[in-house]
């Protein structure tokens, strides 16, 4: 059996509480050795390790939703002074190569990528089920090109690993073109994750939120689309459609902590949490979603915690059309609808207005820690926008017309016979508009304004609300000076 290292003690430590309640309840093992993970409990345990580094602050409970204030679409608001000074930084377009949330990013995908590396050398030579085996196998390429889809978009070329480091290997590893990162783990990965993952309906109901095969075909779309492979981005929403998801009745059913909100028929998939306080708020092992308590509006009490992050803009808020039901469920503003029996006033923030979507009541999270909901991350919606824009490159845009209205028409927006008249170049900005509606504050303009044009959209946009100081080369973070001191083989990112 191939030899596992030290770190898999810890893996496994910091990964008990993923799948389900009775999993939580078991103690970590000691002092693991070779021998000691052979048995399907392992291989969970294993796979469980390469989930966890999801849940942390340096992706997706803080970071990711963070790129929404670069884009534009917020402002960080907080505390003032230098409270996310990195992140203001990054969204004036000022960033230096000591930039803590460039460094947050750049680490944060490396242990999942690590742990995955370790499930797929050790799960494949186990003596368990072969249903279990693929699972396993699938689950860890799925999170694999996850993982490496957010580096390069991020940051371009990053290093590729695909093993365990060994005595003697080097440590220091180059930058790897991001074009044979994409040609040599994200597609195959997700190819072979499709391939192996069961479908969400095989699931049990301790095992809700793993990668499933819609996962797999919605986060290919999104790959291919970013590539330009429009034919194939259509091919996977098709596949997406074909098992089975659809659009929940109500915006809102996304989000919330309620039970009812979590892994619904929309979801393809999310990041778990299960709003425990055993570990410190800022703890890697922390379980609870950070949302509520970053985006509640500063020193209010509505929600626990409440720091006042990600203040819309009121040039986002103008984007609302006369009748999207989508605006009062999305943001907190003076005259709209109470939240938990409150009336919002626009001196609340700098902005006159907070993120209102993922904000939980006091009855559900009483406190800054104790937020279940999960953090979405791919949903049908998203899918059903990925179609349209794949249809209209196509140059088939009679036919993005009903994927597009079927996200409008949940959102109150009606006339369809406005979207027929559409020529193709009308056609993308209304889609693209409607993916800045639908997904805000998901964590997914950022990503969408660089893939357009070759980054040429971003720049015109953030030109066109006064961030001048957006440069090309800002369309990629710097790589962070930190690990250029560790590593001399790391090149830094044209510009900085």
């Given at each position: ?337 109470a939240f938990d029996g409150k009336q919002y006033r626009s001196n609340m923030s ?9 904000l939980v009541p006091l009855s559900f999270s009483p406190d800054y820690n104790t ?21 209209n490159e196509l140059q088939r845009t009679s036919e993005a017309v009903a994927p ?93």
């Amino acid at each position: 059996m191939k030899k596992i290292f030290l770190y898999t003690g810890l893996l496994i430590f910091t990964t008990l509480f993923w799948s389900c309640e009775d999993f939580l309840e078991k103690e970590p093992f000691e002092d693991p050795s070779a021998e000691a993970l052979t048995d399907a409990e392992s291989a969970v345990a294993l796979v469980n390790g390469a989930y966890q580094p999801m849940q942390r602050p340096k992706l997706y409970n803080f970071r990711i939703w963070t790129l929404d204030i670069v884009a534009g679409n917020s402002e960080v608001g907080a505390g003032g002074g230098t409270d996310g000074i990195e992140t203001i930084d990054l969204s004036n377009f000022v960033t230096t190569t000591d930039n803590a949330a460039a460094l947050d990013i750049w680490r944060g995908p490396n242990p999942g990528i690590l742990y995955c590396n370790t499930v797929l050398e050790n799960v494949p030579t186990m003596n368990i089920s072969e249903d279990l085996k693929n699972r396993c196998i699938g689950e860890a390429k799925f999170l694999r090109a996850h993982y490496y889809f957010i580096l390069v978009r991020l940051f371009g070329d990053v290093p590729m690993t695909t093993s365990t480091p060994k005595p003697g290997e080097n440590l220091m590893p180059a930058r790897t073109d991001k074009q044979r990162i994409y040609n040599e783990i994200i597609i195959p990965d997700l190819k072979d994750a499709l391939s192996l993952l069961p479908a969400r309906e095989q699931y049990g109901t301790a095992d809700k939120g793993r990668a499933s095969k819609g996962a797999a075909a919605g986060l290919l779309a999104k790959v291919y689309l970013t590539l330009g492979r429009y034919q194939d981005c259509l091919d996977m929403c098709n596949e997406v459609e074909r098992l089975g998801y659809t659009l929940n009745p109500d915006y809102m059913d996304c989000f919330g902590a309620e039970p009812r909100n979590k892994n619904t028929a929309e979801s393809l998939f999310e990041i778990q949490y299960l709003g425990l306080t055993r570990f410190g708020f800022w703890d890697d092992e922390n379980q609870a979603n950070w949302q509520s308590t970053y985006m509640g509006p500063r020193g209010t009490g509505w929600v626990g915690g409440g720091y006042g992050w990600n203040q819309p803009t009121q040039e986002f808020v103008n984007q609302y059309e006369p009748g999207d039901l989508r605006k009062d469920k999305t943001i907190l503003y003076e005259g709209g609808p109470a939240f938990d029996g409150k009336q919002y006033r626009s001196n609340m923030s700098n902005t006159g207005y907070n993120v209102r979507k993922f904000l939980v009541p006091l009855s559900f999270s009483p406190d800054y820690n104790t937020n279940s909901a999960s953090v979405i991350v791919l949903r049908y919606a998203d899918v059903l926008l990925m179609k349209a824009e794949a249809l209209n490159e196509l140059q088939r845009t009679s036919e993005a017309v009903a994927p597009l209205f079927e996200v409008r028409k949940r959102a109150g927006l009606t006339d369809r016979s406005a979207l027929e008249e559409l020529d193709q170049d009308q056609m993308r900005e209304k889609i693209i508009h409607e993916r800045r509606i639908e997904l805000a504050f998901e964590g997914h303009r950022w990503f969408d304004m660089i893939r357009l044009n070759n980054g040429e959209y971003a720049l015109n946009f953030l030109h066109s609300i006064g961030k001048i100081n957006a440069d090309r080369k800002h369309l990629l973070l710097p790589i962070p000076q930190k690990e250029i001191d560790a590593n001399p083989n790391l090149k830094q990112n044209t510009g900085y």
